[in-house]
């Protein structure tokens, strides 16, 4: 679903991100860690043609589309609806005046997305695949906690079709607990809705209960690429151990 070689992104003079591989394909998790300016975020934002005022080169494929050649109409088309991308606050994008049902059914249309049974049931239906209340359609966006507000995001990737998920830091804003509960929904989808994962976190601790494989990023570099469970039992490079130790 996702595939990228040889990226780079670079600001002026500085590359920012480098790299080399990274697959994602159905029903996987794929997680990019390290600390804060190491280049993740940018890497996320490549993979969906969004780092304007960058220079971009290397291969990027996601759901079948040349990213880094699409034309823009293209690149809006999968954006919308095959490949979802989940920010940090998505309350903060919420405009606070609409109710959430509102808001819904307005990308919906968009996109027009109807749904076999209506576009209400489709609405509740993707309410209950993130554990939400349908009764939640009814609020408005400061009604809602923060971990609803990322649910909801979720939901609303999903009832317009989202094949791939990318998530930049997307427990980050949220208590612990909450943090479980969207991991344990991201977790589900991949596994019931064969769902692909690009998850961007500096919490090792939380990547490690979802992700397939890992890459460490540092500088812009990836220092470390591999399984999970072998990055994080037997982590080759010096970095990927200075990130486990400072774990609690
Ligand atoms: P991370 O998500 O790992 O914290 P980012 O990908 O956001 O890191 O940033 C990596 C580096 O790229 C940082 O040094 C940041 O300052 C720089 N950077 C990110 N976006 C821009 C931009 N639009 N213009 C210039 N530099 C940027
Ligand atoms: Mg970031």
């Known amino acids: 679903m996702i595939s990228i070689r040889d990226l780079r992104v670079a600001y002026g003079p500085r590359v920012v991100a480098h790299v080399p591989a990274l697959d994602v394909g159905a029903g996987e998790c794929v997680a990019i860690v390290g600390e804060s300016g190491s280049g993740k975020s940018t890497t996320l934002l490549a993979a969906l043609g969004l780092t304007e005022g960058a220079t971009v080169s290397g291969e990027v494929s996601v759901c079948g589309v040349d990213v880094l050649r699409a034309r823009p109409r293209a690149l809006r088309a999968i954006r919308g609806s095959k490949a979802a991308l989940v920010i940090q606050s998505p309350q903060a994008a919420l405009s606070p005046t609409t109710r ?3 808001l819904m059914r307005r990308a919906l249309k968009l996109h027009g997305v109807t749904g076999p049974g209506g576009i209400e049931r489709l609405m509740a239906q993707a309410c209950e695949a993130v554990m939400l209340d349908p009764m939640i359609l009814r609020r408005y966006p400061h009604e809602i906690s923060g971990g609803q507000a ?16 990318l998530a930049d830091e997307p427990t980050s804003a949220l208590d612990v607990t909450v943090q479980a509960e969207v991991v344990g929904v991201l977790r589900r989808l991949r596994e019931e809705r064969g769902l692909a994962l690009l998850i ?39 970095y990927t151990r200075e990130l486990l130790e400072a774990l609690p």
């Open 100 to 102: 959430l049902g509102v």
């Open 150 to 165: 990322q649910r909801f995001a979720i939901a609303l990737a999903i009832a317009l079709g989202a094949e791939v998920i």
């Open 200 to 238: 961007v976190s500096h919490d090792l601790a939380l990547v490690s209960t979802i992700a397939d494989r890992v890459l460490v990023m540092k500088d812009g570099q990836v220092v470390e690429a591999g399984p999970a469970e072998q990055v994080f039992t037997r982590p080759g490079h010096p």
